[in-house]
């Protein structure tokens, strides 16, 4: 039976199986100190003499566990006998046993079938795997339901600019930008709350430090809503639930990146403020008065919101209609939707959107758009749609945010740019 | 403060909200009763005289809670004070409140916005919620990190047949057929179990009712296993845990498809046989010799696995290497792979695939394919990957199997089939 490494403590002076990739190989006076890495941790193996097997090479060993103060984490295993699963070929393309730091961002994605064998790498994808988690578990708890919506659109909504378009046999459709229509479909479908994690496209020629072409968004709506003060309620809700669990499940990993998220108390006293004051602030603090919050702008609000507030974020609300979809639920001329941002960037857009089928058809000529032009889109509000809004978070962000990575790039697995599109 | 349908019970005589759909009305000697929908259940509403809002209309209802055993649910509400939050069209394409059984799939499709209004339908989706659920939870549990990987993919894996292709700024990119080689690096990258729920694209020109052109794909990808036995056990695991999710959270949805779930005990007793005695099986039972295993000889096998083992699905195991793809792990010509059957359905393939470098090339050719062909794929090889494999269950063909479902479309939220793609 194979023991984990995180459980050896319990194995002292007795004989187990590790089974592992070989992180270092150290030669001192006769013997090989070797480091066995599994997804739980590291140990460190000693052999008699020269080893056989190279750097990166899964093995199956078997040994007792010794005390040894000078070990890393306090335990070794002297290797008696050695199965070699797989050998690895020594020119390594990357080092995986250093600080990715020492790799530039280009190397480490170019390389990224070996780069993501750094254990500081790997950490960024458990966190990630961890915010997955939280955010369907609180939205179950609060009775929604998790759909799953086609990224195979026929025409292109919210104005078509940015689409990605697919052969599709003798035809042509469009790779989603955002599950908005089908969400909102759902929720007018009874459902009334609904939330989806799923990818979404932007083909947008950005090549920056919070731009990905292709991000997993993870999306909620909910019916019977009357301002979007309640959406930002669940907001806090979902980041909470997240930030323990990340807090109780990636200690180390949020160690090794001089990280931590925010308390719950210091979630709940996120400012919300309006568009027009969010500009007011950026202003003063900024020293020049601003016309439109930019990422520039971002990052101020959220130093002020740190000052003022003690936390490192702040929900912007009731932005201007022309700079919001047409679906956006006007008041006046402004609209419910609202911002976070978060550690100086924009990780969710959201707000209540237009339920009244009379007052969507007067919306959309405003925005150039007809309804024939929207595919089905406002026959979900002819027969009948709750008053509903909703949001969406960038997974991708939200954990470079977490983490606080210099690039969103990092925070994708296997990221899409203009340029990259492999491995 | 808005009262569930679901919670009416606790609120016997004292004055409530509701909100929902009007479901139906009847008028009957100066009353009008209203069948109010919302996403826990049904209530009938009683209103004096005639009412003014339409079917499917949305509504806010104040009102007392009366018991009356002649009405639905045993209870009904003396509307005090009706606000129409969203009055609908009468002109609805198709019914809503009838059983969906009335109406052609095509119908039902067609009309893709309104038909999911149907709480028959919704069941559904209610269902494909929980195995969501239960498939993440389960894996979780197990020590599996969740991952999501590029959609997008650079090069035709698999032989590069049946893939969408993208206009992808001033190239081409393809829809991913599934995560495999994905989640293979990762195995390999030390996570050693990971998991991805996401989307996989065929392009394919089926049109039956087992295809779909866009689909969920249910990941699971697991390090250090010796046999193909090792993943049917986990995925009896998963199954169990679905099945018992499902029994336990949607019972009535079960009810209304008369429909059942396997106990675990079923599950634990589905029969494991190898191609070549499936082959006899079916040949034997079908009364004519077989040379393969086609969807007829599917439905055979499922038969025979009720009348010999008490459950309706079977494992395969043992397939020709031919019928396999080229990273499928070898055993003299057959391999370490395997599907599950399920209610005369594959609902999963998947198998030891493939680990060692060398294995690996001279695998390549005898499948007309070459490194290069394959992107960074052989890397993850060349650099040390454990004994590994995985399997990948179709959500909708599960949730298909659970409710009896006809055809899988009827399981996707907004099936894309070669003639289908809009809503």
């Not at 093995?59 to 006998?81: D, F, M, T, W, Y």
């Not at 689409?163 to 229509?181: G, H, I, K």
């Not at 022309?322 to 956006?328: D, E, G, L, S, T």
């Amino acid at each position: 039976m194979r023991v984990l490494v995180r459980e050896l403590g319990t194995y002292i002076d007795e004989k187990v199986m590790v089974k592992g990739w070989v992180h270092r190989i150290r030669e001192l006076g006769g013997i090989s100190f070797v480091l066995l890495r599994d997804r739980t941790g590291m140990v460190q193996l000693v052999y008699e003499g020269k080893v056989g097997f190279t750097q990166e090479s899964v093995l199956s060993v078997e040994g007792k566990v010794r005390k040894n103060e000078k070990a890393p984490g306090g335990l070794e295993i002297h290797a008696e006998h050695t199965e070699v699963l797989a050998q690895a070929h020594a020119d390594l393309p990357i080092p995986v046993n250093q600080e990715p730091e020492k790799l530039s961002l280009e190397a480490l994605l170019d390389n990224r079938m070996i780069s993501i064998r750094i254990p500081k790498i790997r950490s960024i994808f458990k966190v990630q795997s961890t915010i997955l988690k939280g955010f369907a578990e609180y939205l179950r708890q609060q009775g929604f339901t998790e759909i799953k919506t086609s990224k195979l659109i026929g025409s292109g909504t919210e104005g078509g600019t940015g689409l990605f378009s697919v052969e599709y046999f003798d035809t042509r459709v469009y790779l989603a930008q955002s599950p908005q229509f089908y969400k909102q479909a759902m929720i007018s479908s009874g459902l009334e709350r609904v939330f989806e994690i799923g990818h979404a496209y932007r083909a947008e020629k950005h090549d920056t430090p919070r731009h990905l072409n292709e991000y997993v968004s993870l999306d909620v709506e909910m019916a019977f809503i009357e301002t979007e003060h309640e959406l930002m309620d669940l907001e806090q809700g979902i980041l909470n639930h997240i930030f323990r669990l990340v807090k109780e499940e990636n200690g180390e990993d949020l160690d090794v990146y001089k990280a931590t998220v925010p308390t719950e108390e210091e979630v709940n006293r996120i400012p919300r403020v309006t568009y027009d004051e969010a500009k007011e602030i950026i202003s003063r603090e900024g020293g020049k008065k601003v016309f439109d919050i930019n990422p520039e702008g971002e990052r101020i609000l959220c130093d002020w919101a740190v000052k003022e507030h003690g936390v490192d974020a702040a929900f912007v609300y009731a932005f201007p209609r022309k700079k919001r979809p047409f679906y956006a639920y006007p008041e006046g001329q402004k609209t419910r939707s609202f911002d976070l941002l978060f550690r100086g960037l924009e990780i969710t857009t959201g707000g209540r959107r237009i339920h009244q089928y009379e007052m969507l058809l007067e919306a959309l000529p405003k925005f150039g758009l007809t309804p024939e032009g929207l595919g089905g889109y406002v026959d979900i509000f002819k027969y009948g749609c709750p008053p509903h809004g909703g949001f969406a978070i960038g997974l991708e962000r939200l954990t470079q945010k977490i983490l606080g990575l210099a690039n969103v790039k990092e925070a994708s697995l296997f990221p899409r740019d203009r340029k990259r599109i492999t491995p």
